[in-house]
């Protein structure tokens, strides 16, 4: 079967309405006791994030005083909630507010960078250029502020990577992000050493660097999925299987790895292989509890839904649509839903 949207109903489940009561509740403002603090309430919002409950995440938000508008954090849990739901422009608005309220906040930037690069890459090419310039100010004002960000480092040094030089990159600049991801996080350099060398079509570095990457890696199975990914853009179809199930095994040993499934599973739907395999990989991750606003679990609902309609489990099919829309209302899969 092909991979078009069928049967993406506005479902009445218990579970929607449980979402839509809690919402109503945070815009009447008596979510929680006068007893529990603000804190405590992004706590919650945060673990609700992490394990893909955007809705409930959104409405935990909305019940904080000024809908979180005064607070730097909220408005930077807000942007990434609607990150997973791939909402680029609104998630845009809200980290350029956690800028705004506290402007020397790292990570508040690194996700406003995140953000704008998402926005960017979905928008025409003159607004594009010039969110470009936007993304690359974000990333090194990321980096600025605390120079021992390997997340940060590793993002501008892929920005470096990707953009032409009219808009700030360079293969020089990239390199050397490189060296000083060496003394922060050797995995993560490596892993830029390839995607430099990939540039440069010289395809035989970009495997021995991702291959450095997996042993440096105190969590291989997510270079794994590099790996495999690599060798699905090269159509070496053994190679990337063989890599697929090496992330799977690592990632049943391995509980901080559990990303490694739904990203494997990713890289199998992009390549239309296996799609038993495939399934089995989200399987396991909506039944890890290690899961992560990495892989939001309403997107693996959705893709898990899609591989058993495939495979002729209509009904399967359908708990999956009814779970992801429980979960994330306003997220709209893609045509192709393969980004892993």
Known sequence: MGWELTGWERCGSRLVATVLALAALAAAGRLWPANVSVAQMLTEANADLQTGQADKALALIG??????????????????????MQLWSVASSHCAQAVRIEPNNSGYHLWYGRALGEQAHHASFLTAFSLGKQVRAEFETAVQLNPKNAEALSDMGSFYVDAPSMMGGGLDKAEGVAKQLDKLDPARAAKLRAEIAEDRKDYATVERELKLSIAASPHPALQWTSLASFYERRERWTDMEAAIRSAANAAARDRMAAVALYDGAGVLLKAK?????????????????????????????????????????????????????????????PAQDTRS
């Open 63 to 84: 019940s904080l005083p000024d809908g979180g508008a005064n607070n730097a954090l909220a408005e930077n849990l807000a942007c990434r909630v609607n990150f997973t």
């Open 273 to 333: 292989r296996d799609p038993e395999l495939a399934a089995k990989m989200l399987e396991d991750y909506l039944a890890s509890p290690y899961q992560s606003e990495e892989a939001p679990v309403f997107v693996a609902h959705s893709r898990l839904g899609r591989l058993k309609q495939e495979l002729g489990d209509s009904e399967g099919a359908q708990r999956e649509r009814v779970a992801c829309q429980g979960l994330a209302r306003e997220y709209k899969p």
